[in-house]
């Protein structure tokens, strides 16, 4: 009923930028929050930076002052700007619609992507 489609990811190197995009489509009324998260091999998956619709912003520690969440809600659609990027931000990136409304929906849901691989080689 929704799907999320990510993309962006690739290899760069340390330092560099990747921009990873994230699209809802589907049946959508609304859609209250969307965020992303990353697993790395070996590691349980982790918060990275969640965006509300108002445009409230939040961010890991890992990952302030270096990656840019931002959003344009008339496309559902979140995006991360990664900045001079680690080694250690290597992982796959999980985008995640929260407190989705969709058209005949009793309650709302949340949505996950399939996940995008960032490669970040030193």
């Known amino acids: 009923q929704v799907q999320l489609v990510e993309s962006g990811g690739g290899l760069v190197q340390a330092g560099g930028s990747l921009r990873l995009s994230c699209a809802a489509s589907?049946?959508?009324?609304?859609?209250?929050?969307m965020a992303w998260y990353r697993q790395a091999p070996g590691k349980q998956r982790e918060w990275v930076a969640h965006?509300?619709?108002?445009?409230?912003?939040n961010y890991a520690d890992a990952v302030k002052g270096r990656f840019t969440i931002s959003n344009d809600n008339a496309k559902n659609t979140v995006y991360l700007q990664m900045n001079s990027l680690k080694p250690e931000d290597t992982a796959v990136y999980y985008c995640?619609?929260?407190?989705?409304?969709?058209?005949?929906?009793?309650?709302?849901?949340?949505?996950w992507g399939q996940g995008t691989q960032v490669t970040v080689s030193s």
């Open positions: 995640t619609a929260q407190t989705v409304m969709i058209i005949g929906g009793l309650r709302p849901n949340d949505y």
């Open positions: 589907g049946r959508i009324l609304s859609i209250g929050a």
């Open positions: 965006m509300t619709r108002g445009g409230s912003v």
